[in-house]
């Protein structure tokens, strides 16, 4: 079980903003991160825990082994209105993703 | 690479349908793939796996029995058959390729299933 927090995340621009993720058991850095903004599908954001994709910006930093894993934007830009899944790919199936922190402005 | 789901649409409960994943860009028969949904509002929920020959298939407890996943390696397509819709089968089914993490996601494909 992936276990994100918060919830829900309201910042302003500009702000640095930390998401956590944790999972029930050790999952080593096999943990990815997905941004879904509104009306889209999700997309890689991190994986191995601390690796960009392609194309992600480098404000987006990702941390953590084990069972707890972080993902920090450094300055809040508006288009970084999304929700942020987790997901450990460590052990399945069944694939588990956390629940989801929805950051807005 | 790009996944183009299809093949959604409303559907009465207890009836079936098919959804389709095209790939291009990559060698699909070199990746597994996965199945992954997400109802209205809600997150993201696993439904099922295919080994990159087809021969191993996994499916989540809440559509095993069901729904049932296949690839065309020669055809770069990816399936999933949907029997015995349920209301709580209703989301939007994206195509996802798998390289250890979810690298590349379909745009998706909305399923609705209601009387």
């Known amino acids: 079980v992936m276990t994100q927090s918060p919830a829900t995340l309201s910042v302003s621009p500009g702000e640095r903003v930390t998401l956590s993720c944790r999972a029930s058991?050790?999952?080593?850095?096999?943990v990815a991160w997905y941004q879904q903004k509104p009306g889209q599908a999700p997309r890689l954001l991190m994986h191995?825990?601390?690796t960009r994709a392609t194309g992600t910006p480098a404000r987006f930093s990702g941390s953590g082994s084990g069972t707890e894993f972080t993902l920090t934007i450094s300055s809040l830009q508006s288009e970084d209105v999304a929700v942020y899944y987790c997901?450990?790919?460590?052990?399945?199936?069944?694939?588990?993703f956390g629940g989801g922190t929805k950051v807005e402005i | 690479g790009r996944l183009v789901d299809s093949g959604g649409g409303l559907v009465r409960p207890g009836g079936s349908l098919t959804l389709s994943c095209a790939a291009s860009?990559?060698?699909?028969?070199?990746?597994?793939m996965n199945w992954v949904r997400q109802a209205p509002g809600k997150g993201l929920e696993w439904v099922s796996y295919?080994?990159?020959?087809?021969?191993?298939?996994y499916y989540a407890d809440s559509v095993k029995g069901r729904f049932t996943i296949s690839r065309d390696n020669a055809k770069s397509s990816l399936d999933l058959q949907m029997n015995g819709l349920r209301a709580e089968d209703t989301a939007i089914y994206y195509c996802?390729?798998?390289?250890?993490?979810?690298?590349?996601w379909g745009r998706g494909a909305l399923v609705t299933v209601s009387s």
């Open positions: 058991q050790t999952v080593g850095i096999n």
């Open positions: 191995g825990a601390s």
């Open positions: 860009g990559f060698t699909f028969r070199s990746f597994e």
């Open positions: 997901h450990q790919y460590n052990n399945w199936p069944p694939v588990t």
């Open positions: 295919i080994s990159s020959d087809g021969n191993t298939k």
């Open positions: 996802v390729r798998v390289n250890g993490y979810f690298d590349y």
